[in-house]
């Protein structure tokens, strides 16, 4: 009788495992355990990048070693934990790198970001959007018609915004999807 280790699984079933991994275990932990991990994790394509609560030398080697064009979905957060976060993406990173990205959520996002990142994605092959301004920012108008296009040409499956009364009030003009899941608040 034969045994199996994970160091003999197929690629195919260890990309599967690394599917229910978060993103700092396979590229800090799992990555280092040998050789055939590191060229496995090297070639996996499909990365979540959730970066909501993760320390800035952490987010510095995720920048570092990931390859964009590997990248699914990315979550950005401007929190009290993870202050200029966005800021700090956007200077390493144009999404135009990301050519497979299907889902973007920005939290705490202030309007200059939201603005940059706009004039970028309106090409992305995203899914669902999910936009959540800080509380005190209202959007110029220059910033609320831009979303209001780009939310037009994206082919969205899932939107979810969460900005204050009167940018709803140009960005409703704007198609929402229809497929599945829409949510204003």
């Given at each position: 009788m034969?045994?199996?280790?994970?160091?003999?699984?197929?690629?195919?079933?260890i990309y599967y495992?690394?599917?229910?991994?978060?993103l700092s275990t396979i590229?800090?932990?799992?990555r280092y355990v040998c050789k055939r991990f590191q060229t496995i994790v090297d070639s996996y394509d499909?990365?979540?990048l959730d970066l909501r609560l993760i320390s800035k030398t952490d987010f510095d080697h995720i920048c570092h070693v990931i390859s964009p064009k590997k990248v699914l979905s990315i979550i950005l957060?401007?929190?009290i934990d993870t202050p200029?976060?966005?800021?700090?993406?956007?200077?390493?990173?144009?999404?135009?790198q990301f050519s497979r990205l299907q889902s973007l959520d920005l939290l705490k996002i202030d309007e200059n970001n939201l603005f940059s990142i706009l004039k970028h994605i309106s090409n992305c092959s995203l899914k669902s959007l999910s936009i959540d301004s800080k509380s005190s920012d209202k959007f110029s108008y220059t910033t609320r018609l831009l979303l209001s296009s780009t939310?037009?040409?994206l082919k969205l499956e899932k939107l979810d915004l969460n900005v204050s009364y009167k940018d709803l009030y140009v960005i409703s003009r704007s198609p929402l999807p229809t497929r599945s899941h829409s949510e204003i608040s």
């Open positions: 034969s045994t199996s280790s994970l160091y003999t699984l197929p690629i195919e079933l495992l690394l599917e229910y991994l978060d590229l800090f932990s799992f499909q990365y979540k957060t401007n929190d200029y976060q966005i800021r700090t993406f956007l200077s390493r990173f144009s999404f135009e939310i037009a040409k």
